[in-house]
Antibody, heavy 115, light 112 residues
């Protein structure tokens, strides 16, 4: 059974940093691209970042480019999102999603940016 | 990276069919056969319902179907059931990179 479990969210002040993790199981992690998608409270889905199976290709939404860094550790079946210079508008539930079709999603980890 | 355009809401009665549109540009929806649709119930993670415009993942009811014409993709749900009431989102590849994606703003489906 495919499982994606996000962690690392919490309350953080504007301008500070946070690192999210996504632990994957139930599939061959290094066969697939992985993505981060976020959802602000009461709002729609927003693609944040994606990374290819071997980290050779990486993409970011314009809204986070230069502030967020996606990475993965295939030996640990884990996906990460380093978030720096956080802003109030980054407040959202952050999901990790498997493969280019987002065929499986975790339950999300909530990031709240507030002073 | 402009969001794809979806109607904010649609509604239908049990047993009826509804269609949700998703309009983009030639740089996303119109340029690739890589449109997906997701269902999200309140407080739950999204669920993949359609991928590559018209393919259903295993386990998804055949009441759900997808299509595309030009820059507009569509999700049709036939034989509406109460449990279909949810938010629906479309997503597409974009020309910016092989990894970049764009979502629609979402459509709230109400089953009357």
């Amino acid at each position: 059974e495919v499982q994606l479990v996000e962690s690392g969210g919490g309350l953080v002040q504007p301008g500070r940093s946070l690192r999210l993790s996504c632990a994957a199981s139930g599939f061959t992690f290094d066969d697939y691209a992985m993505h981060w998608v976020r959802q602000a409270p009461g709002k729609g889905l927003e693609w944040v970042s994606g990374i290819s199976w071997n980290s050779g290709s990486i993409g970011y939404a314009d809204s986070v480019k230069g502030r967020f860094t996606i990475s993965r550790d295939n030996a640990k079946n884990s996906l990460y999102l380093q978030m720096n210079s956080l802003r109030a508008e980054d407040t959202a539930l952050y999901y990790c999603a498997k493969d280019d079709d987002f065929d499986y999603w975790g339950q999300g980890t909530l990031v709240t940016v507030s002073s | 990276q402009s969001a794809l355009t979806q109607p904010a809401s649609v509604s239908g009665s049990p047993g009826q069919s509804i269609t949700i549109s998703c309009t983009g540009t030639s740089s996303d929806v119109g340029g690739y056969n890589y449109v997906s649709w997701y269902q999200q119930h309140p407080g739950k993670a999204p669920k993949l319902m359609i991928y590559d415009v018209s393919n259903r993942p295993s386990g998804v009811s055949n009441r759900f179907s997808g299509s595309k014409s030009g820059n507009t993709a569509s999700l049709t749900i036939s034989g509406l059931q109460a449990e279909d009431e949810a938010d629906y989102y479309c997503s597409s590849y974009t020309s910016s990179s092989t990894l970049e994606r764009v979502f629609g703003g979402g459509t709230k489906l109400t089953v009357l």
